[in-house]
């Protein structure tokens, strides 16, 4: 579902925009504010997420997202104008959101706690086999129809996601109770307390620290993500294949990236994994910003691979580890307020400062700064209590 809903959604945006910004004649400023509008769509999403979820189950909620996501992608591959692409890009953040919140929630539900980063990780492999899916096919669709490529690319991929959107009607459950199972992984004793809803003191310390991380998260990943492949095709002169197929190497590293950090963390913790994948995500940003040639970029392109989805993965397991069972869901999509938030941001502010200077140089400087002040912050996190965790 992954695939879909931001895989293809969201992380074929980078390959798509040098020729959509070509055919539609659009600055930087605009093209970052394309992807800030998907961002902003997500940002909305958040704030009904939960009442959906509550309401219609997770099941139905990704299913409805799902189907939004693809009739908009349907009506960008005819769209001829700046505000109606926003517009629909807006709305397939929107579905976006609607469908990755309650599929994250899920992992809590069928996952006991030290299985939840492996489980996580395994799910948000679906964005990295959308990148690789994504790095090859533009660019052969580009040979094929020139000018009006990403037209057939958006068809193609509005027509995969109604076909996932069928999947998850067809396919998922809301609970493991639903088909008799029990939660994969070793069984823990509970108090019947565990299930109830209930605050403890710090919680709301511990959500907001978390919520910061995820701003920081937000606010730096696509940036990059948005704006490396037309780095690579302004600045370094690559074709669109070559572009493609480096970008498709973030594909492929990203397959091992929630399953490796969220493993890694099932094992030294939450806070020293959040640390460590920061750390990874600020040498990327910063061989990114020296422009240190094709290999040097070869290596940022694989830092970031490795890392770019860890961070979700061991997010999604913190939730039930710090704030408990029966609010990991709720948690989930509060510091997804910060993660949107900052995806907001980022694109735009960095959309702006190339248009200033001609160059991203200085937005990937800038993201390396923030991660590692965040892997600074994820080190000072507490250790997490609520399901009875000593790391």
Same mark, same amino acid.
């Given at each position: 579902?992954?695939?879909?809903?931001?895989?293809?959604?969201?992380?074929?945006?980078?390959?798509?925009?040098?020729?959509?910004?070509?055919?539609?004649?659009?600055?930087?400023?605009?093209?970052?504010?394309?992807?800030?509008?998907?961002?902003?769509?997500?940002?909305? $999403?958040?704030?009904?997420?939960?009442?959906?979820?509550?309401?219609?189950?997770?099941?139905?909620?990704?299913?409805?997202?799902?189907?939004?996501?693809?009739?908009?992608? !349907?009506?960008?591959?005819?769209?001829?104008?700046?505000?109606?692409?926003?517009?629909?890009?807006?709305?397939?953040?929107?579905?976006?959101? =609607?469908?990755?919140?309650?599929?994250?929630?899920?992992?809590?539900?069928?996952?006991?706690?030290?299985?939840?980063?492996?489980?996580?990780?395994?799910?948000? @492999?679906?964005?990295?086999?959308?990148?690789? =899916?994504?790095?090859?096919?533009?660019?052969?669709?580009?040979?094929? #129809?020139?000018?009006?490529?990403?037209?057939?690319?958006?068809?193609?991929?509005?027509?995969?996601?109604?076909?996932?959107?069928?999947?998850?009607?067809?396919?998922?459950?809301?609970?493991?109770?639903?088909?008799?199972?029990?939660?994969?992984?070793?069984?823990?004793?509970?108090? $019947?307390?565990?299930?109830?809803?209930?605050?403890?003191?710090?919680?709301?310390?511990?959500?907001?620290?978390?919520?910061?991380?995820?701003?920081?998260?937000?606010?730096?990943?696509?940036?990059?993500?948005?704006?490396?492949?037309?780095?690579?095709?302004?600045?370094?002169?690559?074709?669109?294949?070559?572009?493609?197929?480096?970008?498709?190497?973030?594909?492929?590293?990203?397959?091992?990236?929630?399953?490796?950090?969220?493993?890694?963390?099932?094992?030294?913790?939450?806070?020293?994994?959040?640390?460590?994948?920061?750390?990874?995500?600020?040498?990327?940003?910063?061989?990114?910003?020296?422009?240190?040639?094709?290999?040097?970029?070869?290596?940022?392109?694989?830092?970031?691979?490795?890392?770019?989805?860890?961070?979700?993965?061991?997010?999604?397991?913190?939730?039930?580890?710090?704030?408990?069972?029966?609010?990991?869901?709720?948690?989930?999509?509060?510091?997804?307020? #910060?993660?949107?938030?900052?995806?907001?941001?980022?694109?735009?502010?960095? @959309?702006?400062?190339?248009?200033?200077?001609?160059?991203?140089?200085?937005?990937?400087?800038?993201?390396?700064?923030?991660?590692?002040?965040?892997?600074?912050?994820?080190? !000072?996190?507490?250790?997490?209590?609520?399901?009875?965790?000593?790391?």
């Amino acid at each position: 579902m992954l695939f879909s809903c931001l895989g293809l959604a969201r992380y074929a945006y980078t390959m798509l925009l040098p020729r959509m910004q070509a055919g539609l004649g659009l600055p930087y400023e605009r093209m970052g504010f394309i992807g800030t509008a998907n961002f902003s769509g997500y940002l909305l $999403s958040v704030l009904f997420a939960p009442l959906l979820i509550r309401r219609f189950r997770p099941r139905l909620t990704i299913t409805c997202g799902l189907v939004l996501i693809g009739i908009c992608m !349907l009506a960008i591959s005819r769209c001829n104008s700046y505000s109606a692409l926003a517009v629909l890009y807006t709305l397939v953040g929107m579905g976006g959101g =609607f469908a990755n919140i309650p599929l994250m929630a899920l992992v809590t539900y069928w996952f006991r706690s030290e299985q939840r980063g492996r489980a996580a990780g395994l799910v948000i @492999g679906g964005n990295g086999a959308a990148i690789i =899916f994504a790095g090859f096919l533009v660019p052969k669709l580009n040979l094929c #129809f020139g000018a009006e490529g990403w037209r057939s690319s958006w068809l193609i991929f509005g027509l995969i996601t109604l076909a996932s959107a069928l999947a998850a009607a067809t396919l998922l459950r809301n609970a493991p109770a639903d088909k008799g199972l029990e939660p994969v992984g070793r069984p823990v004793t509970f108090s $019947s307390e565990e299930y109830l809803p209930k605050e403890r003191r710090g919680d709301g310390i511990i959500l907001i620290k978390l919520g910061l991380l995820y701003l920081a998260f937000g606010a730096t990943f696509m940036v990059y993500g948005t704006f490396i492949v037309t780095t690579m095709v302004k600045e370094y002169g690559f074709s669109e294949e070559k572009a493609g197929f480096y970008w498709s190497w973030v594909g492929f590293f990203s397959l091992f990236s929630g399953v490796l950090f969220g493993a890694l963390s099932d094992r030294i913790g939450r806070k020293w994994g959040l640390m460590l994948v920061f750390l990874l995500q600020t040498a990327a940003y910063g061989l990114a910003g020296i422009s240190p040639g094709p290999v040097g970029l070869a290596v940022s392109i694989v830092l970031y691979g490795l890392a770019v989805f860890a961070i979700p993965a061991i997010m999604a397991a913190a939730m039930g580890d710090y704030l408990g069972l029966s609010r990991a869901a709720t948690a989930f999509a509060t510091v997804t307020l #910060f993660f949107a938030a900052g995806q907001t941001i980022g694109p735009w502010s960095a @959309g702006i400062i190339a248009g200033q200077t001609g160059s991203f140089t200085t937005a990937y400087l800038l993201s390396a700064l923030i991660t590692a002040l965040a892997a600074l912050f994820a080190a !000072l996190l507490p250790r997490p209590a609520a399901s009875g965790i000593s790391r």
